[in-house]
């Protein structure tokens, strides 16, 4: 039974075209994802879709008395009302996470993470036949996002969803739509299948490409003989009519090369689209000492305590993910082991000559009266202005765009800026906090290849599971005001209880526990003798052999 059915449908906005032509349909209680990158008009369509846009050309069609819920990406609700005055259920509300305290206060009190629950409890409790989701993971913690999944794949109803958070999308999609300027395209499977099967295109169209560029070439050449044969021959006859029969059939030949060679041109495909991808390269670490900070019985209260007692080492080359629920700390602890933020109590020792870049996540670093060069010039240190230019081009700022205020960027463009400062100059630390929030996935996926070619020490905030699992080794989970040194995934720490994770000290695949237990011990003694300010420069030297040594053999574990 279908739940909706699309039909050539086509938006313009001026002179620039979304999509056209598209055409597809979803069954009863299907799981679709609608992906695409930003500015390709997925919003439009689900706006379109639920019937608050009209289209260009198409029609929309959903079965008769069907019931349709829909959760904008931008949620915008009525000033003073409160969670039970828009969703009237208490039960679907608590099933969100919205406590009864909550669920009293004004919307205006509650933050994003708390307001997109409660969009979400809204779209549930109205039970449709037809859920649109718009980016609906934007402000939701790793436990949130498992439990939407959860309910995603429990539900009755069909979903159509927009998401750039691969994880999710593996965990809910059961296919993914691809939206184009040309039309859409179907691919059965989750995330993970769908860009297979897109890398497997991409590589056959890049060899069909690259045998057209050698075959366009053999066809000038053909031509150019020809005629250059032609002038010549037509040069050398004079008045001899049969030299000139002869040099006019070479005309005729070579005009014939030349329209095979547009025939040839007109049937061509277009460069593959990831030809053009985003590269990015960073400036190379310095190198800094191998011991970059050291904080010791850090602890950090507002009006609650965050977390207490933590222990953390950062050594030069860790790649480290910090993980825990909203208002676990995360950031908190992040800006603290820069020295942006003083611990409540505790020490924290930092290298002097280690230099390092934060990534906040506010984006208050960027000035929006600057330009998009002035930006990343004013960060580049002594590089050459067509270098900055180069950066800007891999960041998709080229031509005129280079030029715009920082003021007038959206969010996404305003992310690629950050990135943009930060690649301008070496570092020995990146510190990033939500580095992939508003970016398409296209970009993740560029700052992700870029992360791993480094060969610096990063430290990264994020609810990003792909992006945390394909950079970072090491994780600092924050547990109930306590915080943890894992190895493994970090995904393994994100999960829910439901989702198979485990409280043994990390999960890492194909180690043995024991050994683990042992030498994260041995870590932790290593640990605080190096924090021992009475111990000897020789001592403190083994002690930091001993503990590089160590961490390189749980590396070393987790990969066998």
Partial sequence: MLALSVSDLSKSFGARTLFRDASFEIGAGEKVALFGPNGCGKSTLLNIISGRMEPDSGRVWSRPGAMPGYLPQALQFPGGLTPLDLCHDPAVLSRFGIEPAAAGMPMSNLSAGQQRRVGLAQVWAAQPDLIMLDEPTNHLDAPAMDLLARLIRECRAAVLLVSHDRYFLDHTARRIIELTPQGVRSYSGNYTAFRARKDSELE??????????????????????????????????????????????????????????????????????????????????????????HASEISKSFDRPLFGAADVAVMRGDRIAIVGPNGSGKTTLLRILLGL???????????????????????????????????????????????????????????????????????????????????????????????????DVESREAIERCLESWAGTVVIVSHDRYLLDRICTTTLSIEDGTVHTYFGPPSARMATPAQGADNTVGTVHAMDSVDVLVLQNRLAVLSAKLSDASAGEAERADAERDFLAISRALSQMRRK
């Avoid at 075959?215 to 040069?235: G, N, P, Y």
């Avoid at 003083?342 to 934060?358: D, E, I, L, M």
């Avoid at 580049?380 to 960041?395: F, H, M, N, S, V």
């Fill in 204 to 293: 056959a169209e890049s060899r069909l490409y690259e045998k057209q560029e050698h075959e366009e070439d053999r066809l000038k050449q053909v031509a150019s003989r020809e005629m250059e044969w032609f002038r010549q021959a037509h040069r050398h006859a004079g008045q001899n009519d049969f030299l000139r029969a002869r040099a006019s059939k070479g005309a005729a030949r070579a005009r014939a090369s030349f329209a095979r060679l547009e025939r040839f041109r007109k049937q061509r495909i277009e460069k593959p689209r990831d030809a053009d991808a985003i590269v990015l390269r960073m400036g190379q670490a310095r190198k800094a000492g191998r011991r970059l900070i």
């Fill in 341 to 439: 933020e003083p611990a409540t109590s505790g020490t924290v020792w930092r290298s002097p000559s280690a230099s390092w870049f934060y990534f906040d996540q506010t984006l208050e670093q960027l000035d929006p009266s600057q330009t998009v060069f002035e930006s990343v010039s004013c960060a580049a240190g002594k590089r050459a202005p067509q270098e900055i230019r180069d950066t800007l081009g891999a960041l998709l700022f080229r031509g005129s765009s280079v030029g715009k205020r920082v003021s007038v960027l959206s969010l996404g463009e305003r992310v690629r800026v950050m990135f943009g400062r930060m690649i301008a100059r070496g570092y020995d630390i990146l510190a990033l906090d939500e580095p992939t929030n508003n970016l």
